[in-house]
């Protein structure tokens, strides 16, 4: 029992060691892993807060193009008409024409963009009274004008009603009676007048009013709206038609492009050849550094040569022997010539003193 006494506790003892040193590396282990996660999720977060950054560019610089790019698609403002009654005709309670007057300016800015093309339509709301019946076809006349007054272009156009014959109309009534008395709808038509089907402004000489005068004093109007459309081609058809293809497109453009200048940027910033190179190609810069040590070497050994020779002369012919010419052999020495230059005086100056009596 006394013998197995040390044994037991040697095993013991190897056995402690061997599970201290595995708890350490076990230990180290989980300080690596644990450093090498943190480190991973703070790489993490700096690249998705990076593609965020870069998205959010993206999306801005596309938006900024579309709403500097894309004009205003439709346009609508009412017209109110103007006209005299103070005539003493008794055929007509109207004595001139009707005549609107409508800004095509908004906030003082244009409506209508240089070098768009238009189409200017008017909607006019008339009732199916016997005098508009009877009217027949009457004349609409468009002149727009420039801010100095100047007449930019005009148009006239002619419209009627829709023709309904007498049963017809008995038979609507009759059909709709209940609506018609409730007052849902009405016993009206709503007509259409294309103004400008192909209206482009002129940048020299923009449209601020257009005027529009029915030429009829019979004519009967329940309200009118001139509306103003424009026709889109090439680019910004495909981003007013397909606004969700083309915002994707734009966005994943301006993506790409912002992470190219980022990437480029940053390996232009951070990426150090000269420092990460091991065994690459020697740079003309390390070359130029070569040659110009070994420039240096020779003219090092040609100046101990020189000084040499100058010291042997000083000598005399008796004193050079194979001894003194075995240490005094030249060696290349890294320094600079004030350095050489010095000691090679102070050597003269020594020989001076010892062969002065």
């Known amino acids: 029992m006394a013998q197995e006494s040390p044994v037991a506790s040697q095993a013991d003892r190897e056995l402690s060691v061997l599970i201290g040193r595995t708890c350490l590396t076990l230990r180290e282990l989980i300080v690596t892993m644990m450093s090498n996660a943190r480190k991973r999720v703070l790489q993490g977060c700096v690249a998705l807060s990076?593609?965020?950054?870069?998205?959010?560019?993206?999306?801005?610089?596309?938006?900024?193009?579309?709403?500097?790019?894309?004009?205003?698609?439709?346009?609508?403002?009412?017209?109110?008409?103007?006209?005299?009654?103070?005539?003493?005709?008794?055929?007509?309670?109207?004595?001139?024409?009707?005549?609107?007057?409508?800004?095509?300016?908004?906030?003082?800015?244009?409506?209508?963009?240089?070098?768009?093309a238009y189409q200017i339509s008017l909607q006019l709301e008339m009732p199916?009274?016997?005098?508009?019946?009877?009217?027949?076809?009457?004349?609409?006349?468009?002149?727009?004008?420039?801010?100095?007054?100047?007449?930019?272009?005009?148009?006239?156009?002619?419209?009627?009603?829709?023709?309904?014959?007498?049963?017809?109309?008995?038979?609507?009534?009759?059909?709709?009676?209940?609506?018609?008395?409730?007052g849902a709808i009405e016993q009206k038509q709503i007509l259409e007048v294309d103004l400008f089907p192909d209206y482009t402004d002129d940048p020299y000489s923009p449209s601020v009013t257009a005027v529009i005068e029915i030429l009829s004093n019979k004519v009967q109007i329940y309200s009118s709206q001139l509306f103003v459309h424009a026709h889109f081609t090439g680019i910004r058809y495909l981003l007013f038609y397909f606004p969700v293809s083309s915002a994707l497109v734009g966005v994943s453009s301006n993506f790409i492009f912002l992470s190219v200048v980022f990437v480029l940027s940053y390996m232009r910033v951070g990426w150090k050849p000269d420092e990460l190179?091991?065994?690459?190609?020697?740079?003309?810069?390390?070359?130029?550094?070569?040659?110009?040590?070994?420039?240096?070497?020779?003219d090092i050994s040609a100046a101990e040569t020189n000084n040499l020779t100058g010291t042997a002369e000083l000598l005399g012919p008796l004193q050079i022997t194979p001894t003194n010419l075995s240490w005094e052999r030249p060696h290349l020495h890294f320094g600079n010539g004030t350095e050489l230059q010095s000691r090679y005086t102070l050597g003269h100056v020594e020989m001076n003193e010892s062969e002065a009596p």
């Open 50 to 116: 990076v593609i965020l950054l870069l998205l959010w560019l993206a999306t801005f610089l596309y938006g900024s193009f579309y709403y500097a790019y894309m004009p205003r698609a439709a346009f609508s403002t009412p017209v109110h008409y103007y006209y005299r009654t103070d005539c003493e005709s008794p055929s007509s309670f109207l004595c001139s024409y009707p005549v609107a007057n409508v800004s095509l300016m908004r906030n003082k800015k244009h409506v209508l963009t240089f070098g768009q």
């Open 277 to 298: 190179r091991a065994d690459g190609p020697v740079s003309a810069r390390e070359r130029n550094a070569n040659n110009t040590d070994q420039e240096d070497e020779k």
């Open 128 to 182: 199916e009274s016997p005098t508009n019946q009877e009217l027949g076809m009457f004349m609409i006349k468009t002149t727009c004008f420039s801010r100095d007054g100047g007449r930019i272009v005009s148009s006239a156009r002619s419209s009627m009603l829709r023709y309904r014959s007498d049963l017809l109309r008995t038979l609507g009534t009759l059909l709709f009676f209940p609506a018609f008395v409730s």
